[in-house]
């Protein structure tokens, strides 16, 4: 029998995958409906079904990328891994940025429905708690896009919602004026790339940063447009934000619609586009919900507390 194996980088990583007394392994077993077999520091499985060979693999790249960024919970990656794992054409569930640390998966099965929406819709409204990965995985996917030359230029953008301090006040030209309000963007985009190469990018115009305000009377044609914070856009705003939009464009907006920071009475530009835009099916749409925050159990709990607020 031929079989296919992946040399596991060592032992310890390897009692991670496994599980006490091989649970997780099992699991694995069940999901795959053949047996796993281990070696030393190596995996098998039977190498005759193609498709076995590209979800065990595309199951063991996940879970050691998951180790290798610091989850040692390996119970919780398993169960993580195993339910976002799907049935066929697995390129269209992770992410691979030119030059990044690593590769991006999906870590709820609605991320994975996000980022084959990323792909597929030239515009996707995306609405979801602080921690879903609604902005993390919309930078990635742009990055994808810019850096396999798919796209010319990444323009990254959101409303200014004042709060106690006015832009205008702040020191600096346009551009410096705008990093605090973009700083989660420019995180998002140091967690995948080197900041060297972030800086690159931002300096050679490929990334360009830009006002909400200075969007009007702009065609945006050949590039990738991520507005951020979308749920502090008005009705107004957000009409004039999507008929921008020019050939060979995508757009993807994200927002958290429970934390609106606009004046009282004040309908929110995502909520209503959401709302408006549900029939057509060109564009996408995607809510998260508490059980989609990855970004820590601490920060579930939180949500789901707000969201069963009576």
């Known amino acids: 029998m031929d079989s296919y194996t992946i040399v596991v980088p060592d032992a310890g990583v390897l009692s991670c995958v496994c599980g006490t007394n091989d649970s997780n392994l099992k699991l694995i077993e069940e999901h795959l409906g053949v047996p796993v077999f281990t070696r030393g520091n190596e995996l098998s499985v039977d190498g005759e079904n193609p498709a076995i060979r590209e979800k065990f693999r595309f199951i063991i790249d996940r879970i050691l990328d998951e180790i290798k960024d610091g989850d040692e919970d390996g119970a919780d990656i398993i169960t993580s891994v195993l339910n976002t794992c799907p049935c066929k054409n697995l390129a269209k569930y992770s992410i691979i940025v030119p030059g990044s640390f690593r590769k991006i998966y999906p870590r709820t099965e609605n991320q994975a429905q996000y980022i084959e929406m990323l792909r597929r819709c030239d515009v996707v409204l995306c609405a979801g708690p602080s921690g879903s990965g609604k902005t993390f995985l919309a930078v990635a996917e742009a990055l994808r896009l810019l850096l396999s030359h798919n796209a010319t230029k990444l323009i990254l953008t959101r409303p200014v919602v004042e709060a106690g301090e006015s832009l205008g006040y702040l020191p600096g030209d346009l551009e410096q004026k705008l990093n605090p309000y973009l700083r989660p963007l420019y995180d998002a985009m140091e967690s995948i790339l080197p900041r060297e ?56 907006i994200t927002g958290d619609i429970t934390q609106i920071d606009l004046p009282r009475n004040t309908d929110s530009g995502l909520a209503h586009a959401i709302r408006l835009l549900s029939p057509i099916d060109e564009i996408g749409k995607m809510t998260f919900a508490a059980e989609d925050v990855v970004r820590s159990s601490l920060v579930k709990r939180i949500v789901k507390a707000y969201e069963y607020e009576k």
Do not use: P
């Open 197 to 252: 190469t972030v800086k690159r990018l931002l300096e050679s115009g490929a990334i360009e940063t830009a006002s909400l305000a200075y969007m009007r009377g702009r065609t945006l044609s050949r590039c990738i447009v991520i507005l951020d914070e979308a749920q502090n856009t008005t009705r107004e705003q957000m009409k004039m934000f999507l008929t921008r939009i020019g050939e060979n464009s995508k757009i993807f």
